[in-house]
Nanobody
Framework: VQLQASGGGLVQAGDSLRLSCAASARTFSSYAMGWFRQAPGKEREFVAAISLSGDITYYADSVKGRFTISRDNAKNTVFLQMNSLKPEDTAVYYC???????????????????WGQGTQVTVSS
């Protein structure tokens, strides 16, 4: 599975961005999808994940209520709508595909088999 993330940019605090991640594989609907982010000097951290059909979503506490993950299996695409952005949201955002099912596993970096190249999100104060 090849993943291509897009939609990052430079915004001000309080603004919104929508990230997209397009997958190459017809088996896209066989994977749970996740978004992670990595700030300079920090480890990659879980942001959000979504189940195969899109009916179950998980979020890190730091983004809950501000970010929304969704997917369109007909278009092999997963989205991350980010509202009320804060400077601490600044990072490179990565999409990833996993065969895992539960939050326990979907929040772990090592449960994802395929990764996109990342898209930079910068939030100025």
């Amino acid at each position: 599975v090849q993943l291509q993330a897009s939609g990052g940019g430079l915004v001000q605090a309080g603004d919104s961005l929508r990230l997209s991640c397009a997958a190459s594989a017809r088996t896209f609907s066989s994977y749970a999808m996740g978004w992670f982010r990595q700030a300079p000097g920090k480890e990659r951290e879980f942001v959000a994940a979504i189940s195969l059909s899109g009916d179950i979503t998980y979020y890190a506490d730091s983004v809950k209520g501000r970010f929304t993950i969704s997917r369109d299996n007909a278009k092999n695409t997963v989205f991350l709508q980010m509202n009320s952005l804060k400077p601490e949201d600044t990072a490179v955002y990565y999409c990833a595909a996993s065969r895992a099912y539960t939050y326990t596993y979907l929040r772990q970096v090592n449960q994802y088999s395929f990764w996109g190249q990342g898209t930079q999100v910068t939030v100025s104060s």
